[in-house]
């Protein structure tokens, strides 16, 4: 007598459950590794946010920077301005004090029988033309224009006689002494 063993569905019911084992491990680690792949994106997300803020954050301050740059370039500008305006205030005071100094002097200066017909100015130098009754008064007129502290020594370019024939038409031209210039000369 031969026993006779069938091991088929017992064979079946082993190949089912590794079957079932297999595609239960094979569920485990595909939604495990869908986890892990979540966590790991919501970590890049969350890497990706906090350094879009630390973005948004440099590129507003390089912005503030930006525009206070622009404010003191502005500011700069407006310091040349102002130094501009300022020297050239300088300069135009002290023109109208030199020129008040002028007239003044050359008030003081007029001598006798001496009347000026045209003066003109070209930086420092001073041109000058006058009239006077005789050689003399000429005379009289230059001596008195170099005594002044604040005017040089005058340079006769011309005299001719005047219209009635016994006037003397002349011109000179005459330094404006700087104050520096006139204290020095006064000194000497």
């Known amino acids: ?10 064979r079946e019911a082993r190949r089912k459950q590794r079957t079932r ?5 094979i569920l485990f680690l595909l939604l495990l590794g869908l986890l892990l792949g979540l966590a790991v994106a919501h970590f890049y997300q969350q890497q990706l946010v906090t350094q879009q ?43 109208r004090v030199n020129t008040v100094q002028l007239f003044n002097e050359l008030a003081e200066s007029i001598a006798d029988g001496v009347v000026y017909q045209r003066l003109s100015r070209s930086g420092q ?7 006077a009754g005789n050689d003399r008064q ?34 000179f031209d005459v330094t404006q002494l700087t104050d520096e210039a006139a204290a020095q000369e006064a000194l000497r």
């Not at 084992?21 to 491990?25: Q, S, V």
């Not at 005017?151 to 038409?169: F, H, K, N, Y």
């Open 138 to 171: 000429v005379s009289e007129q230059l001596r008195t224009i170099a005594s002044m502290p604040g005017l040089g020594v005058p340079v006769l370019s011309e005299v001719a006689i005047g219209l009635g024939g016994s006037e003397r038409v002349f011109q």
């Open 1 to 10: 007598m031969s026993i006779h063993i069938n091991l088929l569905p017992w």
């Open 53 to 95: 803020q630390r973005n948004d954050y440099i590129s507003t301050h390089i912005e503030r920077l930006n525009r206070e740059i622009a404010d003191v370039h502005r500011y700069q500008t407006d310091v040349k301005q102002l130094g501009e305006q300022l020297s050239l205030f300088h300069m135009l005071h002290s023109e």
């Open 125 to 131: 130098l001073i041109s000058l033309s006058a009239v």
């Open 21 to 25: 084992a297999f595609y239960g491990t």
